[in-house]
């Protein structure tokens, strides 16, 4: 009987969402209320509830929404010593740069990290820079990204530059920043639960969450970071860098050794940490859901 009544309730909101896409809805939160519930009711999975939402939102949000700001904007210098540019792209880790001259308003075009790695190899004569460089593509900040999304798709680009109203470079976008609205954050094998704080792993190092606030941090590790201006880990290293941290860098302090493993334009997101010295052996720890960072 119970299975009669999940059929007879799924028959009647699969009659009602049907109803919906012929014009009997008036609107968009009408439409996406009745998602909502099908994921309730276990009709469609939760995650692909989530992700038709995150479809809608990107017709509601601007470039200026999800773009990297110029500021933040990982480029290459177009006089750069060729081995200098190597190490930088390695650094990075990125698979495109925005060549810039004397300043990021004048972007010479885009560098992939494969063209690069293809003209070094082994016994090729050195090439030189502008030879390897694509044309760079220029959108408004105030494109919607379901138009860029088409445009990213149908161009057969991944990266665009962002220009304000004055012709001036405001920042940079690609497309897994459009993606990441719909199917959320595109995570590696360095990515920790926004919960979880510290993961030991097994070559005795630990993976730590920029977000750990540094009170936590000082009792797991018995040390003593402070800074008025910053509660949280990867605050910390911000601040004590003077700048957003980037993939690969290093910072030793109070015997312990930070490696930034992930991170993105904004901000940094794990460290790997060595050499520590816990002060009762450190397990995985947890934030706590109701304890503010």
């Given at each position: 009987?119970?299975?009669?009544?999940?059929?007879?309730?799924?028959?009647?909101?699969?009659?009602?969402?049907?109803?919906?896409?012929?014009?009997?809805?008036?609107?968009?939160?009408?439409?996406?209320?009745?998602?909502?519930?099908?994921?309730?009711?276990?009709?469609?999975?939760?995650?692909?509830?989530?992700?038709?939402?995150?479809?809608?939102?990107?017709?509601?949000?601007?470039?200026?929404?999800?773009?990297?700001?110029?500021?933040?904007?990982?480029?290459?210098?177009?006089?750069?010593?060729?081995?200098?540019?190597?190490?930088?792209?390695?650094?990075?880790?990125?698979?495109?740069?925005?060549?810039?001259?004397?300043?990021?308003?004048?972007?010479?075009?885009?560098?992939?990290?494969?063209?690069?790695?293809?003209?070094?190899?082994?016994?090729?004569?050195?090439?030189?820079?502008?030879?390897?460089?694509?044309?760079?593509?220029?959108?408004?900040?105030?494109?919607?990204?379901?138009?860029?999304?088409?445009?990213?798709?149908?161009?057969?680009?991944?990266?665009?530059?962002?220009?304000?109203?004055?012709?001036?470079?405001?920042?940079?976008?690609?497309?897994?920043?459009?993606?990441?609205?719909?199917?959320?954050?595109i995570e590696d094998e360095y990515d920790?639960?926004?919960?979880?704080?510290i993961i030991p792993r097994e070559d005795?190092?630990?993976?730590?969450?920029?977000?750990?606030?540094?009170?936590?941090?000082?009792?797991?590790?018995?040390?003593?970071?402070?800074?008025?201006?910053?509660?949280?880990?990867?605050?910390?290293?911000?601040?004590?860098?003077?700048?957003?941290?980037?993939?690969?860098?290093?910072?030793?302090?109070?015997?312990?050794?930070?490696?930034?493993?992930?991170?993105?334009?904004?901000?940094?997101?794990?460290?790997?940490?060595?050499?520590?010295?816990?002060?009762?052996?450190?397990?995985?720890?947890?934030?706590?859901?109701?304890?503010?960072?």
């Amino acid at each position: 009987m119970s299975e009669d009544r999940s059929s007879e309730r799924s028959r009647s909101w699969w009659e009602r969402f049907t109803q919906s896409l012929r014009g009997n809805v008036d609107d968009q939160e009408s439409l996406l209320e009745l998602i909502r519930e099908a994921s309730e009711r276990e009709v469609i999975d939760a995650e692909a509830a989530r992700m038709i939402d995150g479809i809608f939102r990107i017709g509601d949000l601007t470039v200026r929404d999800v773009m990297i700001p110029r500021a933040q904007m990982e480029v290459v210098e177009i006089d750069s010593p060729l081995p200098e540019i190597i190490a930088r792209v390695v650094e990075q880790g990125h698979s495109r740069f925005p060549v810039v001259g004397e300043d990021r308003d004048d972007v010479q075009g885009i560098l992939l990290a494969k063209d690069l790695l293809r003209a070094c190899r082994q016994g090729a004569p050195i090439p030189e820079l502008r030879e390897l460089l694509r044309p760079a593509t220029y959108i408004p900040e105030s494109k919607h990204l379901d138009h860029l999304l088409y445009e990213f798709r149908t161009g057969r680009h991944h990266m665009a530059l962002v220009v304000d109203e004055y012709g001036g470079v405001a920042g940079l976008v690609t497309i897994e920043d459009v993606l990441e609205i719909i199917v959320g954050e595109i995570e590696d094998e360095y990515d920790i639960d926004e919960d979880v704080m510290i993961i030991p792993r097994e070559d005795g190092d630990y993976l730590v969450n920029a977000l750990i606030p540094l009170e936590d941090f000082n009792a797991a590790f018995a040390v003593h970071l402070e800074d008025e201006d910053a509660d949280t880990l990867g605050g910390w290293v911000s601040r004590q860098l003077g700048h957003v941290p980037r993939v690969g860098e290093k910072l030793s302090v109070q015997g312990l050794h930070l490696e930034v493993l992930r991170a993105d334009r904004r901000r940094v997101q794990t460290f790997r940490l060595s050499s520590p010295s816990p002060a009762a052996g450190v397990m995985a720890v947890e934030r706590d859901p109701q304890a503010g960072l």
